[in-house]
């Protein structure tokens, strides 16, 4: 079983920025790719952030890049979300995410929700104005 745990977030000003964590534990496959989902008051889930966990590139959704990061630790098995600049459109719960299957691109992350195998219980970020 795998377990996801998601921390850091919080209240923040527009502007501002917030750094969250996702710790992974369990009996992980040796190949996966992390991401981060966030779901606002009243919408669907949407795809922000996702990585591999052997490294290499990244994706990023278009509200987001450019002031979002997602980076790992895989000493301590940690995923990452930079926010800075951050909006009051912002303002989500915010879920760590894994999909174990092994697609034929390097380059290639799903955004969609139910691709994903695992996933954290989220955080709360909210930006004021």
């Not at 992974?24 to 989902?37: D, L, Q």
């Not at 990244?58 to 450019?66: L, N």
């Not at 979300?81 to 390097?106: F, G, H, P």
Request: aromatic share 12%; net charge positive.
């Amino acid at each position: 079983q795998v377990q996801l745990v998601e921390s850091g977030g919080g209240l923040v000003q527009a502007g501002g920025s917030l750094r969250l964590s996702c710790t992974v534990s369990g009996r992980t496959p040796g190949f996966y790719i992390n991401a981060w989902f966030r779901q606002a008051p009243g919408k669907e889930r949407e795809f922000v952030a996702a990585m591999r966990r052997s490294g290499g590139g990244s994706a990023h959704a278009g509200p987001v890049k450019g002031r979002f990061t997602i980076s790992r630790d895989n000493a301590r098995n940690i995923v990452y979300l930079q926010m800075n600049s951050l909006k009051v459109e912002d303002t989500a719960v915010y879920y760590c995410a894994i999909d174990t299957t092994i697609y034929e691109r390097d380059d290639y992350f799903s955004r969609q929700r139910s691709s994903y195998d695992y996933w954290g219980r989220g955080t709360q970020v909210t930006v004021s104005s």
